[in-house]
C-alpha cells in the first residue's frame, strides 16, 4: 500500500484514474496505489511545503496515514454474516476475520502506529529494530505465522530495511507471503519495482553467460564494478549522512526556534491570562464591595428607621402609660369624691332622720301633754261649773282655771307653733329626700358614666395596647428580619470572601502549576537546547569527519576512474583482441568448412 508520486521531470502525480493502463505496465499486480483526487493532492502539497509548522506537519501526515490504513484494512478479509437491526429487520453484511497483526520497523514505522489504533483498536503491534541491515531486536507474537501481517514503513529509499524486515517474517516466524501487506507512505518506483516481485511470491530474475572464455574476464569486470557500486555506495551513504545530519541540524535549528517562539507565547499567553484573572478578581471584588457597602447602608438606614419607630413608640407608651395612670388616680379622686359625697349625704340624711324623730317624738309628747291638758281641762271645766254653785273658795280655784286655761292657750299657741315646726322639718325632710333621690341619680349616673368611661378607657387602652403590641411584634419582626437580612449578608459576604479566597488559592496554585509547568518546560528546553547543541557538536564533528572522508573519496574516486578508464582500455584490448579471435576462428572454421567440403 502506498501514497506514490512520480518525480520525473515534469513532476507529474500519478493519478490512478486516469493512468490505469501506465501503471499496471510499470507496477507489479501486488503493489496498490492510491487513487489520486484533490484530498491527497492537498495533503502532499501541506506535507513537501517547507512553510509548514510542525503541529500541522503531524496532523496531515496522520490523516494520510489513516487514510492509507483504510485502504489496506480493505485488503484483509472479511467474512459476510447477518445482524439484527434496531428496528427488528436483517442486514446481511460483511465482518472482519479475526487475527491481524501490525509489524512497525522502528524507528519510523511507529509512527504509523496512532492512525493504525484509531481504525483498529485492538489490533496486536509488534517491533522490529533494524540498524545498517541487522536486527537488533524483534518482539512478535508466537503465533504470527496464522495472523494477517501489516507492516508499517513510512518511507521507503533504499529497501534495505524493509527487505531486512520481511526476511526476518518470512525466515524466523515462518509467515506466509500471501499475508503480508506492506503499507508506505512514500516511496520511489524503482524500489517497489525491486521489493515487489522479489519478496511477495514472485520470481527471481537472473542473467546467463553464454560464452566461456570471457567469464574469467567478465568476472574481474564484475569484481570492479562491485568495487566501484561499493564505492559509490560508501560516497553515496556519505553524501547521506551529510544531507542527514545538515537536515538534523537545520530541523534542530528549526525546533529551537520554535520552541523559543512557543516559550515566549506562553510567557505571553500566561502574563495576559494572569492580567485577565487579576482584572477580572479586581473587578468582582470591586463589584461586590460596592453591593456590600450600598447592602450595608440600607440595613443601617433600615435599623435607623426601626430604631426610630421604636423611639416613637416607646414615646407613645410612655405617654399611654401617663395617660393611663392621670386616668387612674382621677378616677380614683372621682371615687373618693362620690365616697365621701354618699358619706356626707348618709350623715345628713341620718342627722334629719334624728331630728324629724326627735320632732315626732316631741310633736307625739306634745300631744299627749295637749290631751292630758284637755282632759284636765275638761275636767276643769266640769268642776267650775260644780264650782259656780258653790262657795267663794270655788271662785279661788276659778281664778286658778282662768290661769291654767291661759295657760293651756299658750301651751296650744306652742304646739302650733310645733306643728309649723313639725311641718317645716317635714319639707325639710321631704327637700332633703328630694335631695337625697336626686343625688342618688346623679350617684347612678355618675357611676354608669363612670362605668361607661372606665370601659370605652379600658376598650380604648386595651386597643392601643393591641395596636402597639402588634406594631412592637411587627417591628420585632422587621428587626429579626433585618437581622436575618444582615446575618445573611454577613454569611453571603462569607461565602463570597470564602469563594474569592479559593478561586484566588486556586489561582494561585494554577499559577504554580503553571510556573511549574513553564520551569519544567524551560528546564526541558535547556536539556534539549544541550541535547541540541551536543547533536550539533557531534554532527559538526561527523561533517568534519565526513569532509576528510569525502576528500579521501574524492582520491579514491578519481584513481578508480583512473583505474576504471584504464580497465576500459583493457577490455576495449580484451574485446578486440576477441574480435581477432573469433575473425580467426570464423576463418578457420569457413576454411575448415572449405576444406570439408572440398574433400567430401
Not at 53 to 61: G, L, N, P
Not at 401 to 406: C, E, K, P
Request: contains cysteine; hydrophobic residues 30%; aromatic residues 4%.
Amino acid at each position: 500500500m502506498s501514497s506514490i508520486e512520480n518525480n520525473d521531470n515534469n513532476n507529474n502525480a500519478v493519478d490512478a484514474g486516469s493512468t490505469d493502463e501506465a501503471e499496471d505496465e510499470e507496477y507489479p499486480k501486488n503493489v496498490y496505489i492510491m487513487k489520486s483526487n484533490n484530498q491527497l493532492r492537498e495533503l502532499h502539497t501541506l506535507l513537501r511545503d517547507r512553510t509548514t509548522c510542525r503541529s500541522d506537519f503531524k496532523f496531515y501526515a496522520d490523516r494520510l496515514i489513516r487514510l492509507i490504513v483504510e485502504a489496506a484494512l480493505d485488503q484483509l478479509p472479511y467474512i459476510p454474516c447477518e445482524i439484527i437491526t434496531p428496528t427488528g429487520h436483517s442486514f446481511s453484511g460483511l465482518r472482519h476475520e479475526k487475527g491481524t497483526l501490525c509489524v512497525s520497523l522502528m524507528r519510523s514505522g511507529e509512527a504509523m502506529e496512532k492512525g493504525l489504533r484509531e481504525c483498529c483498536r485492538s489490533i496486536r503491534i509488534g517491533k522490529i529494530l533494524i540498524n545498517d541491515g541487522q536486527v537488533i531486536y524483534a518482539k512478535l507474537p508466537a503465533d504470527t505465522h496464522r495472523r494477517h501481517i501489516l507492516v508499517t514503513y513510512p518511507v521507503i529509499t533504499t529497501g534495505s530495511t524493509v527487505i531486512t524486515g520481511l526476511e526476518v517474517l518470512l525466515k524466523d516466524y515462518q509467515c506466509k507471503q500471501s499475508n503480508i501487506i506492506l503499507i508506505t507512505l512514500f516511496s520511489t518506483p524503482d524500489e517497489i519495482s525491486g521489493i515487489a516481485p522479489n519478496h511477495f511470491g514472485q520470481k527471481y530474475f537472473e542473467n546467463e553467460t553464454n560464452k566461456r572464455k570471457l567469464q574469467q574476464r567478465q568476472v574481474k569486470l564484475d569484481e570492479n564494478q562491485s568495487k566501484e557500486q561499493s564505492t559509490l555506495a560508501k560516497l553515496q551513504e556519505c553524501v547521506h549522512i551529510v544531507e542527514q545530519s545538515q537536515f538534523e541540524k537545520n530541523e534542530a535549528i528549526v525546533e529551537r526556534d520554535q520552541m523559543k517562539i512557543e516559550l515566549v507565547e506562553t510567557q505571553k499567553r500566561l502574563k495576559k491570562f494572569i492580567d485577565e484573572m487579576n482584572e477580572k478578581i479586581n473587578i468582582e471584588k470591586q463589584k461586590i464591595e460596592q453591593i456590600y457597602e450600598e447592602k450595608l447602608k440600607e440595613n443601617i438606614e433600615k435599623i435607623r428607621q426601626v430604631e426610630e419607630r421604636c423611639s416613637q413608640y416607646e414615646l407613645t407608651i410612655d405617654r399611654l402609660a401617663r395617660e393611663k395612670t392621670s386616668l387612674a388616680t382621677d378616677l380614683d379622686e372621682w371615687k373618693n369624691r362620690i365616697q365621701r359625697q354618699e358619706i356626707d349625704l348618709n350623715q345628713a340624711s341620718d342627722s334629719v332622720k334624728l331630728q324629724v324623730q326627735k320632732a315626732m317624738r316631741e310633736r307625739d309628747q306634745a300631744n299627749s301633754n295637749t290631751m292630758q291638758i284637755r282632759t284636765d281641762f275638761e275636767k276643769l271645766l266640769l268642776q267650775r261649773l260644780e264650782l259656780k254653785t258653790t262657795s267663794p273658795t270655788h271662785i279661788y280655784e276659778y281664778l286658778l282655771l282662768g290661769s291654767t286655761q291661759n295657760r293651756l292657750n299658750d301651751i296650744e299657741g306652742e304646739l302650733l307653733n310645733s306643728k309649723k315646726h313639725c311641718l317645716e322639718l317635714t319639707e325639710e325632710i321631704n327637700r332633703l329626700t328630694r335631695e337625697n333621690l336626686m343625688l342618688k341619680s346623679i350617684k347612678q349616673t355618675l357611676e354608669r358614666s363612670r362605668e361607661e368611661n372606665i370601659d370605652a378607657i379600658t376598650v380604648i387602652l386595651n386597643k392601643r395596647e393591641q395596636d402597639y403590641r402588634t406594631t412592637i411584634e411587627n417591628l420585632e419582626l422587621q428587626r429579626h428580619q433585618s437581622l436575618s437580612s444582615l446575618e445573611d449578608l454577613v454569611c453571603n459576604q462569607n461565602t463570597i470572601l470564602s469563594k474569592l479566597r479559593l478561586y484566588s488559592r486556586q489561582l494561585t496554585n494554577e499559577i504554580e502549576t503553571i510556573l511549574e509547568q513553564k520551569n519544567e518546560i524551560v528546564q526541558e528546553i535547556t536539556v534539549e537546547n544541550q541535547e541540541l547543541r551536543m547533536k550539533l557538536s557531534n554532527a559538526y564533528q561527523r561533517l568534519e569527519q565526513t569532509d576528510t572522508q569525502l576528500l579521501q573519496h574524492n582520491d579514491t574516486h578519481i584513481k578508480l576512474k583512473q583505474r576504471l578508464i584504464e580497465l576500459n582500455n583493457k577490455i576495449k584490448e580484451y574485446e578486440n583482441i576477441i574480435n581477432q579471435i573469433k575473425t580467426k576462428d570464423l576463418i578457420d572454421y569457413q576454411q575448415r568448412l572449405a576444406y570439408m567440403s572440398q574433400r567430401s
